[in-house]
């Protein structure tokens, strides 16, 4: 099986600084990926360089076997991408069913009922605050806010910057469960986590970002069970 | 009591209208753009006289010739958008806020060298205001003013609310990076924030020019109160702006009103400070405005 | 006398060019020092004019004064009443974000205006103050004046380039400059961040305030309607821009270079068919207007860019 998702020798960062190196990264389909490492290691930088939100200096980025390299964010949303950022993530002043809707602004043309419909069965909190202002909810909250509008486009693959940041444990857990979940309807998710650990026993794949190159690959259980990362970037010994 | 109706609140809540429809345009502008447009003022000036141009040439009441004023202002709206604005989108506002300025400069002086610098009038003569229960009288001009203002205000609701672009405008006035992380065409939302802007500032200049007479500073000279009910409403809330709009345009009259004694409260030749103050009072102790807008 | 006519129009043009240099320094510490907006220059100049003009003309009945007093005293005079309005709209607005600041500032020259207009008895309204003194009035007249007239005007340049200079080396200015870059930084390192720009806001104004009264005492006549306020606060931002905001000799070569072209402007407009000359105005103005465009797109660090590295951050 190719990959949904396909990243050959990317160089990328702002004003023409290099802050990612020549990265290989593939994304299978049906997959959860993690990329995980030390702060500043250009983690967030990948995915928005994926999602043309950086200056790729050069590599190429491949979806379904279709070059994208050259394409604006803009043109990726009706591709099949969506992507959350890890902070202001909602549109404040926007209501929960609004934001919602913006969503499916760039999608391709479908039956936007039914995906709202969906969207709601997944965050099922989010039913009774439809009318409220996002900017009002939780963290929580507005995480799934967040994740419900990426969602409305219909997305092949959904990029997640640090979805828990500053959320509180059970927050944590819910939002994993969330993820699983929306692996199973046939969302692709290729997301960055803190939460390392945890978020490698849910990872289907796992990568290991160190100084802006790609350090380490290798299934999820395959990597909480190296001793090298562990060390180095999971706080210690195996449990 | 019927005296301060008539002479104060009515004209009150007729330049009241006029600065409402041009706080609207800045508002949504400041929102989206996220600069101060020092233009909008000179802009209501070239779409009022646009509809100017069209009474001498077709015999019909200026406001149904509304829309020859609007397109000459969206005209000129998108080209300096184009060819002034867009260049510096990348660098501080306040670049572009000089620049605005520099284009209050070149509109004004369009206005002067197509049109002149002398005062004009849309309809010659004098025409006596309707009465309403023996007392209350407003002229024919001050009706249309205030309900076309009222009408506007809640298209523009059920526009924002209601319909993919105005919940795109007001998703790009929020957060602008996430509305391009969503897919959103922003390009295409700044045309439309020109295009709405312009056409409210094409309508609040004839009313303007209507009510008093037609000539090149007659814009710029409302700038101010606009700016002022603009911030008074929130930035980025163009309900806001209306509301700030109407709030000035009463708080201006009725000022001068004999509140205390047989004097005016605030002599009628300083009736412009009041916006000002109004203006910085707010900034300084409530910069959200009365409807949350958002803050620079 | 084609020669001696056209010397003398050079005069003229390079005392109000020297005006406008002094406007333009001003502006600089306002902007190109401390990253303040103001939109209301034409304010100041016209307090400093009017201080300037009553301090120094005959006592009068139709206006406050006049006092009589000697030229020095009157451009004294012109910066201390620019400088404490200056003082009082900055305790006001100076700490709001430039665009607010932009927009506070349009209202201030449209109340200093409201004020010169209606109070009469202070300015004479609408009819204006005439009989300006020019220095040494009683000894030369005519062209020699204006020779001396503008010998006194450039000196005037050369100090405020001199204080404006030294305030720029000042570990003052570097203090204000660190402001102006970045706000935040220079609050977190215990700057009284208000308190800085509330002394560049009052410095500026008290230098607009004597651009004011040199412009009193060359015109020796001034009214509400002698000067559009718009272009000149207009004219004196283009010259910043051009020059170099930032840098006070880009400031001077800046006031000048506009100002010559300007001037030269007209006397090409002189040359349009007569339908078109009473319009001249406009199109000059329609020029600079297009001008200020050019500058900002293509030509943002002007003729003597700021020399220390520029990272702006607002």
Redesign the interface.
Request: charged content about 20%.
């Given at each position: 099986m190719s990959a949904l998702l396909s990243v050959q020798g990317l160089t990328a960062g702002y004003g023409g600084v290099p802050i990612i190196e020549d990265i290989d990264l593939d994304v299978a389909e049906h997959e959860i990926a993690v990329i995980i490492g030390p702060n500043g290691a250009g983690k967030s930088t990948l995915l928005k360089t994926v999602f043309a939100l950086t200056s790729r200096i050069s590599g190429s980025v491949k979806f379904i076997d279709r070059d994208i390299t050259a394409l604006k964010t803009a043109q990726l949303v009706p591709l099949g991408i969506s992507a959350v950022p890890q902070s202001r993530n909602v549109f404040p002043t926007l209501s929960v069913d609004e934001n919602l809707d913006v969503g499916t602004y760039a999608a391709p043309p479908g039956d936007k009922q039914a995906v709202r419909e969906t969207v709601l069965e997944l965050f099922p909190d989010l039913k009774d605050k439809l009318d409220q202002p996002a900017g009002e909810l939780s963290g929580g909250q507005r995480q799934m806010v967040a994740m419900g509008r990426a969602l409305m486009s219909e997305p092949k693959l959904l990029l997640l910057d640090e979805p828990t940041a500053g959320l509180s444990p059970a927050y944590l857990e819910i939002i994993f469960d969330l993820l699983l979940d929306i692996r199973k309807r046939g969302v692709t998710i290729l997301m960055v986590e803190q939460n390392a650990k945890q978020a490698l026993r849910i990872a289907d794949t796992g990568h290991v970002l160190v100084s802006g190159k790609n350090f380490v690959s290798g299934t999820g259980e395959a990597l909480l069970a190296d001793d090298a990362v562990r060390r180095s970037f999971l706080g210690g010994a195996a449990t | 009591m019927i005296d301060f109706i008539n002479l104060y609140l009515v004209p009150g809540l007729t330049i009241g209208s006029v600065y409402a429809l041009g706080a609207v345009g800045i508002s949504m502008i400041f929102g989206i753009l996220r600069f101060a447009h020092f233009a909008h003022g000179d802009l209501m000036t070239i779409g009022a006289y646009g509809v100017l141009t069209a009474v001498w040439f077709i015999p019909l009441h200026p406001l149904l010739l509304l829309p020859f004023g609007m397109a000459l202002a969206i005209v000129a709206a998108l080209a300096v958008d184009q060819f002034f604005y867009k260049p510096l989108r990348k660098l501080p506002t306040i670049y572009t806020v000089i620049a605005s300025f520099g284009v209050a400069l070149i509109f004004r002086s369009l206005a002067q060298l197509f049109w002149s610098s002398g005062n004009q009038v849309f309809i010659p003569g004098v025409r006596p205001p309707l009465v309403l229960f023996d007392t209350f009288r407003i002229s024919a001009l001050h009706a249309q003013a205030i309900i076309l203002t009222v009408v506007i205000a809640v298209a523009l609701h059920f526009f924002l609310t209601r319909s993919k672009l105005g919940r795109a405008m007001r998703a790009v006035s929020d957060e602008p990076e996430l509305a391009a992380v969503a897919g959103l065409d922003t390009e295409r939302v700044v045309r439309w924030t020109w295009v709405i802007g312009a056409a409210l500032a094409a309508t609040a200049g004839v009313f303007a020019g209507m009510d008093t007479s037609m000539h090149p500073n007659l814009g710029w000279n409302l700038l101010l109160a606009m700016f002022a009910a603009a911030v008074l409403g929130g930035i980025g809330k163009p309900m806001g702006a209306i509301a700030g709009g109407l709030i000035i345009g009463i708080a201006e009259e009725t000022a001068t009103y004999t509140w205390l004694s047989d004097e005016p409260l605030i002599s009628p030749s300083y009736k412009s400070a009041v916006a000002f103050f109004i203006m910085v009072a707010l900034l300084l102790f409530r910069p959200q405005g009365l409807f949350k807008g958002r803050l620079l | 006398m084609e020669l001696t006519g056209l010397f003398f129009y050079l005069v003229s043009v390079l005392i109000a060019g020297g005006i406008y240099a002094v406007l333009c320094l001003a502006l600089n510490v306002q902007w190109g020092m401390g990253g303040l907006?103001n939109?209301g220059i034409a304010g100041f100049f016209a307090v400093g004019a009017y201080a300037s003009a009553i301090v120094t003309t005959a006592v009068s009945e139709r206006h406050l004064g006049g006092f009589d007093l000697p030229i020095p005293f009157g451009l004294a005079a012109a910066m201390l009443v620019a400088g404490v309005t200056g003082w009082a709209v900055a305790k006001?607005?100076v700490?709001?974000?430039?665009?607010?600041l932009?927009?506070?500032s349009?209202?201030?020259a449209?109340?200093l205006r409201?004020v010169i207009?209606?109070e009469s008895w202070l300015t004479n309204g609408s009819l204006g103050i005439s009989g300006v003194p020019r220095p040494f009035g009683d000894m030369v007249r005519g062209r020699e004046a204006d020779l001396l007239y503008l010998a006194m005007v450039w000196l005037c340049v050369l100090c405020v380039y001199i204080l404006c200079q030294r305030l720029y080396v000042s570990p003052w200015g570097r203090t204000l400059r660190a402001i102006r870059d970045n706000e935040d930084s220079a609050r977190a390192a215990g700057k009284d961040v208000d308190w800085f720009r509330l002394q560049t806001f009052v410095i500026g104004c008290a230098i607009m305030g004597l651009a004011g009264g040199l412009s009193a005492h060359y015109f020796k006549f001034l009214s509400p309607s002698a000067t559009e306020p718009?272009?000149v606060t207009?004219l004196v931002?283009?010259m910043l821009?051009a020059g170099g905001s930032g840098n006070n000799r880009g400031a001077i070569i800046g006031a000048l270079a506009i100002w010559l072209l300007w001037s030269a402007t007209e006397i090409f407009t002189n040359r349009l068919p007569p339908e078109w000359i009473t319009?001249s105005s406009?199109?000059r103005?329609?020029f600079?207007?297009?001008l200020?465009?050019f500058v900002?797109?293509r030509f943002?660090s002007g003729l003597i860019p700021e020399k220390s590295p520029e990272i702006?951050?607002?």
């Open positions: - | - | 907006f939109a006001i607005c700490r709001l974000k430039s665009d607010y932009a927009m506070a349009v209202g201030i449209e109340i409201l207009v209606n718009l272009l207009f931002w283009v821009m319009r406009y199109i103005m329609l600079v207007g297009l200020l465009q900002l797109q943002r702006r951050s607002d």
